[in-house]
Antibody
Framework: HELLVESGGGAVQPGGSLRLSCAAS????????MHWVRQAPGKGLEWVAS????????YYGDSVKGRFAIARDNSWNTLYLQMNSLRDEDTAIYYC??????????????WGQGTLVTVSS | DIQMTQSPSSLSASVGDRVTITCRAS??????LAWYQQKAGKAPKPLIF???NLQSGVASRFSGSGSGTEFTLTISTLQPEDFATYYC?????????FGQGTKVELK
């Protein structure tokens, strides 16, 4: 059964940086597009960023564009999220998720347990 | 960008009730929309993909329909384990966008 494990969360001051990792196992990582999704305390889900299976294309939500960078290392089966210029409103649980795309449609069929990022002075 | 408007934001229902949640897309999308269930403290779980396809292992009381601008998630007979928050997510284009969520609570 596929497994995604996030790490790297923690407390950071506004303006600081943090790098999240998501270790993937039990599936062929380099054949799947991957996503980061976050959830602020008591709020709904927010899509953050995506990266195509081979890393050739990346997409970002407006709220993080220019500050966050998504990357992957298919040799190490790991997804990353480099977060710079962090703001209070970036405080959230960050989930990595795998996208399964079939003829009928795509969906995020596997999720990590999430890692908490707290931005506060 | 595609905006997803989900309603209602919350609803109260009893075990055995039929529940319907709606997501509206603007501009219209294809059928590339998925529904997710989230329980407190847990990661979301996929229920429906391609607007109407049931994810493997999901109970058949869940169903989805729609295309273009209006999509619905229906729970035919609400069970105790279905009290949770539900989200739609359009997979039609980037940036991806979630609906605001619908919390299903016990009446």
């Amino acid at each position: 059964h596929e497994l995604l494990v996030e790490s790297g969360g923690g407390a950071v001051q506004p303006g600081g940086s943090l790098r999240l990792s998501c270790a993937a196992s039990q599936f062929i990582f380099n054949t799947y597009d991957m996503h980061w999704v976050r959830q602020a305390p008591g709020k709904g889900l927010e899509w953050v960023a995506s990266i195509i299976h081979d890393g050739s294309r990346k997409y970002y939500g407006d709220s993080v564009k220019g500050r966050f960078a998504i990357a992957r290392d298919n040799s190490w089966n790991t997804l990353y999220l480099q977060m710079n210029s962090l703001r209070d409103e970036d405080t959230a649980i960050y989930y990595c998720a795998r996208e399964r795309a079939v003829a009928a449609g795509a969906h995020l069929d596997s999720w990590g347990q999430g890692t908490l990022v707290t931005v506060s002075s | 960008d595609i905006q997803m408007t989900q309603s209602p934001s919350s609803l109260s229902a009893s075990v055995g009730d039929r529940v319907t949640i709606t997501c509206r897309a603007s501009p219209p999308i294809t059928t590339d929309l998925a529904w997710y269930q989230q329980k407190a403290g847990k990661a979301p779980k996929p229920l429906i993909f391609g607007a109407s396809n049931l994810q493997s292992g999901v109970a058949s009381r869940f169903s989805g329909s729609g295309s273009g601008t209006e999509f619905t998630l229906t729970i035919s007979t609400l069970q105790p384990e279905d009290f949770a928050t539900y989200y739609c997510l359009q997979h039609d284009s980037y940036p991806r966008t979630f609906g605001q969520g619908t919390k299903v609570e016990l009446k």
